[in-house]
């Protein structure tokens, strides 16, 4: 059974930072790509960050590009999110997922086949 494992949200003032980290255990794939998504209350779940199992390839969402910095930890299943000038809009659960297709480049829900159980990050203003 596969299980992911977010840790590192919070609450902190606008401007701060925060680094959230996620690993996978259960299973292991040859290709696979690791992401972040959030759902703030009312909205959709969203696209924030992806990258490729190597973590040579990644792809940011507009909203965050320049402040967020997705990574990955080669010795294991398992990506960071640095998350740097946080503002109030970036207040949501965040989740992380794996896509088994390995699908880094397309920010879409319905690519990960994987879920974490989300963290909270709250930005005060």
């Known amino acids: 059974q596969v299980q992911l494992v977010e840790s590192g949200g919070g609450l902190v003032q606008a401007g701060g930072s925060l680094r959230l980290s996620c690993a996978a255990s259960?299973?292991?794939?040859?290709?696979?790509?690791m992401a972040w998504f959030r759902q703030a209350p009312g909205k959709e779940r969203e696209f924030v960050a992806a990258?490729?199992?190597?973590?040579?390839?990644?792809y940011y969402a507009d909203s965050v590009k320049g402040r967020f910095t997705i990574s990955r930890d080669n010795a294991k299943i398992a990506t960071d999110l640095q998350m740097n000038s946080l503002k109030p809009e970036d207040t949501a659960v965040y989740y992380c997922?794996?896509?088994?297709?390995?699908?880094?480049?397309?920010?879409?829900?319905?690519?990960?086949?994987?879920w974490g159980q989300g963290t909270q990050v709250t930005v005060s203003s």
């Open positions: 259960g299973r292991t794939w040859s290709t696979y790509a």
């Open positions: 997922a794996v896509s088994s297709r390995g699908s880094w480049y397309a920010p879409r829900r319905a690519e990960y086949d994987y």
């Open positions: 990258c490729s199992w190597s973590g040579g390839n990644t």
